[in-house]
Each structure stands twice: as structure tokens, then as C-alpha cells.
């Protein structure tokens, strides 16, 4: 979710950019200029939270537009109610969109409606939010134990959670969704990809920890961090700590890199996919993340997980 205005976004954007030509890192991240094609089909890029916009009448062809030319492949996170819309809409446009179910875990049939989900032919669920007990509630469990049956993909929101109503009472709290609930489900639930959303902000650490240890475990940086973080990107480098040691587990390709434990996701709305990237960029450049770990991260994990060859 959305965690502060477009506005706040769009003027640290611009603050990112100045910085990054500053850096003198630009010349080899940034997006190529309108109509030039400098990508190859093996940059294809995954980003796992996009979310449909109910607002936007036209999101479906607003969003193949903007994916199209930044070889996007995105993973629309979807109300129940828009199931056939993004449904129909991914058999349209295999390259573009991979419908993923929005549950709510509190409903009485949250199990029928992933199963409806399946049946249409969607690939996993998410993002999971605002929950009223923690991720490991055993009332919960139904619906992970259909996930693994189908060897799901379940993209769980992770961290500080916004507040959506600010003179009303909410029965929202962060620490349900506390980054360290995924290991649970990970280990429990061996076939479900976990995805955590927002690598747990801010306990970045207990989410690297759990990414560390479980194979079935990675995390996007979509939200604030990569904003709050902007004037210390390295600083992940302390998050993601044992390339080269021992102390880890399989990884896509065996790839030896820690952040390989990272993937794409941008949950800015169609506009914020371009600048998150270039945030995402920014932050290879400053922990010096190696190209073919880059590559997993913004998309060869999850083309592989998904099976995506259209
Ligand atoms: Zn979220």
C-alpha cells in the first residue's frame, strides 16, 4: 500500500535523480528515452505489486501501455470482485500481467475465494493486509494449506502499515504482519513462495534473517525505505550480509550474492514503476550488487518461479 501522497513521492524522486547524477551512476541505469528499445528479451522485468486501481477505468490498457516499453511484467494484486476483469485481461496479455487474488483472511469464505482464484486460472495471492490477528493465526491456515497444494505465490504485506482512516477507529496493527511471521509459514508451508512486501519495515533485519535461512522466502523493497534510505543505500549491505559466507541457503541459479533474496516490486500506482526502478538501480549501484544477481532480482527469479514464457 501506499504509504505517503504522489506528491511527497514525485518531489523526492526528483531529489534521487539529482543524486544520482551526482553519483555519475546514471549513464548506465537510467531508462532508455522514449521509442529506443536497448533492452534484450532476457531483460525482462517482473515487478511483483501492482495494484489494480479501482479508480482507473482504463487500467488494464493505461497499464499494458506503460509496461510494454519498460518490458514490465506485472503482478496484479486483485479485489475478488475485479476476479474475471484481470483474469480475461492476462489471457489478452500474457506478457504484461500475472493475476495474483486479493483475500481478505478475515472473511468466512476466504478459503472459496481462493479457490475461485485458482480455478481462474491465478497464480497466487496478494497482498495480503491488514489482517486482524498476526500472519500465524491458526485460523489462517486453511487457505495456506490450499497455497501449497497448488504451489502458490503469496505476497504478504510486511512492516509499518498506513492508517486509513485518521478520525476513525481502525482494527489495523503493524505487528500482525511483523516480517518474522514469514518464517513460520515458509517452513510449515514448504511449496508456497513467500514473498514479504516492504522487507519488514523497518526490522529490514528480521526479514534478511528470515530470507536468509528459508529458500522459499524473498522480499520486495516497494514502500518508504528506499526513499528514507536514499542518503545511505549501503547501509543494506549490512542487511544483506553473507554473500560469500556459508551462512545461507539455495538460491535461484546458486547465486552467491545475499541480495538475490531481493525482488521487484514497485506499489506506486503505473506511474511509480519507471522511478522505482531507477530507485531499485540506485541501490545496486551503492551496495556494487553483481549483473547477474540484478538480473534474479528485477526479474529472472520470478520469471523462473512463475514459469512465465509467453
Ligand atoms: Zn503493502
Not at 79 to 93: F, G, M, S, V
Not at 198 to 222: I, K, M, Q, T
Not at 238 to 262: H, N, R
Amino acid at each position: 500500500m501506499h504509504s505517503f501522497s504522489r506528491r511527497e513521492f514525485l518531489a523526492t524522486m526528483g531529489a534521487a535523480a539529482t543524486l544520482s547524477v551526482s553519483r555519475g551512476a546514471v549513464a548506465t541505469t537510467a531508462m532508455p528515452a522514449k521509442g529506443s528499445t536497448p533492452f534484450s528479451d532476457e531483460d525482462r522485468i517482473v515487478d511483483m505489486h501492482v495494484h489494480f486501481d479501482e479508480k482507473n477505468p482504463n487500467f488494464v490498457e493505461d497499464l499494458v501501455k506503460v509496461t510494454e516499453p519498460l518490458k514490465v511484467t506485472a503482478c496484479v494484486l486483485t479485489p475478488y470482485a475485479r476476479r474475471t476483469i484481470i483474469a480475461e485481461a492476462a489471457k489478452r496479455h500474457p506478457k504484461r500481467i500475472v493475476p495474483f487474488g486479493y483475500v481478505d483472511m478475515d472473511a468466512p469464505d476466504a478459503v472459496r475465494q481462493a479457490e475461485e482464484f485458482h480455478a481462474l486460472g491465478y497464480r497466487g495471492l496478494g497482498e495480503l493486509e491488514f489482517v486482524k490477528k498476526p500472519f500465524t493465526d491458526p485460523s489462517y491456515m486453511p487457505v495456506y494449506e490450499l497455497a501449497n497444494r497448488h504451489s502458490w505465490v503469496i505476497l504478504f504485506h510486511t512492516g509499518i502499515v498506513l492508517r486509513q482512516e485518521f478520525d476513525q477507529a481502525e482494527d489495523v496493527a503493524s505487528y500482525r504482519m511483523r516480517a518474522f511471521h514469514l518464517e513460520e509459514i515458509a517452513r510449515r508451508f514448504p511449496k508456497i513462495t513467500v514473498l514479504g512486501a516492504h522487507c519488514g519495515n523497518p526490522e529490514y533485519e528480521w526479514a534478511g534473517e528470515v530470507a536468509r535461512w528459508n529458500p522459499n522466502v524473498f522480499f520486495d523493497l516497494s514502500g518508504s525505505s528506499l526513499t528514507k534510505m536514499r542518503d545511505r543505500l549501503g547501509d543494506f549491505r549490512k542487511i544483506f550480509w553473507w554473500t560469500g559466507t556459508k551462512w545461507g541457503t539455495k538460491t535461484p541459479e546458486d547465486d552467491p550474492s545475499a541480495f538475490v533474496k531481493l525482488v521487484f516490486g514497485s506499489d506506486e500506482g503505473l506511474d511509480g514503476i519507471a522511478p522505482v526502478l531507477e530507485q531499485y538501480r540506485a541501490m545496486f549501484e551503492a551496495c556494487d550488487v553483481p549483473m547477474p544477481t540484478r538480473k534474479l532480482i528485477l526479474g529472472g527469479t520470478l520469471i523462473k518461479i512463475l514459469g512465465l514464457t509467453a
